[in-house]
């Protein structure tokens, strides 16, 4: 079942600084202690795109306790069953919805009913871990071009990467695959693909990229999550590309010596969750953390969000993953 979580923004570790260099994090933040901010939180399946309502028909969604005041009830309702770890959602023009399963598998739910077989035409992808197929999207002009987007896991356990395919879905199969992009480094171990996908105003496609694993993965001699500090890497960034897997020219690293020009944010552990403002075509992107670091980011092009540099994250095995206060993120909302 697919729902939608909203809780409070919290950060634990060391208390935001009242500074930020601007040679480590050029981000703006906000602030834990002054910011109590509702946040949609999107865990390693799926994420919904409704809520539900206040009550359901016939049932009350308040808990009446002798000589205490109505407290709400949580509300759940099921869309749909029979799904296998569901990753990704997206709706076709005419309302149909297209829900990519982890293990591989693309389905069709059209008015509220799951069409019993899987869409054809899709690769093996590597399910295992946190591997797998994960989001789906649709081309903003799907109704003249027909294109489908997907992110997944390519490879075996000991070298593995995420990987950008498009294909055409004639509304039952789909035909013409083609993979336009994947991360240029291979890793090990099955954690931390990223693979969020949106569109900007500009029909160019961002798609988040996880670090690569926490410790003690590494890579080219050391933990495998500095690499979001590495602008030669896409690992731990958001990567922009156009609809074909070009990359534009006005990407902000795209002159910039021994950095990747598809890269448009870095220092970012595992995004897998992005939204736009469609008022203000903002960006803003919820962030996995380690043991209370997950952060909520309003992305800008070309600003670094400090990981594994600057964290409110700890180490899984104990302790602070990176003891410097004064460098920790601080957020304003102008």
Partial sequence: MVGLFISGVTLGGCAPSATVPSETVTSETVPSETVASEKVTSADTASAEATAPEKAPGESV??????????????????????????GMAWLPNGTMLVSERAGRLRV????????????????????????LMDVSVHPQFAENRWVYFTYADGTRAANRTQVARARFDGSALSDWQVIFEVNRTKEGTQHFGSRMVWLADNTLLISIGDGGNPPVALEGELIRNQAQNL??????????????????????????????????????????????????????????????DELNRVVAGKNYGWPIVTHSREYAGGEIFMRCDRAPIWSIR
């Fill in 232 to 293: 030669a890497s896409h690992l731990g960034k958001l990567i922009r590309i156009n609809d074909d897997g070009s990359t534009p020219t006005d990407n902000p690293f795209a002159g910039t010596a021994n950095a990747d020009p598809h890269i448009w944010s870095y220092g970012h552990r595992n995004i897998q969750g992005v939204a736009i403002d469609p008022v203000t075509d903002q960006v803003w992107a919820t962030e996995h953390g380690a043991r209370g670091g």
């Fill in 62 to 87: 308040e808990r009446l306790t002798q000589g205490s005041t109505p407290q709400p009830v949580p509300l759940a309702v099921t869309v749909v069953e029979n799904l296998e770890h569901p990753w």
């Fill in 109 to 132: 739910i059209q008015d509220g009913v799951l069409a019993p077989a899987p869409v054809s035409g899709l690769p093996e992808v590597l399910n295992q871990g946190q591997g797998g």
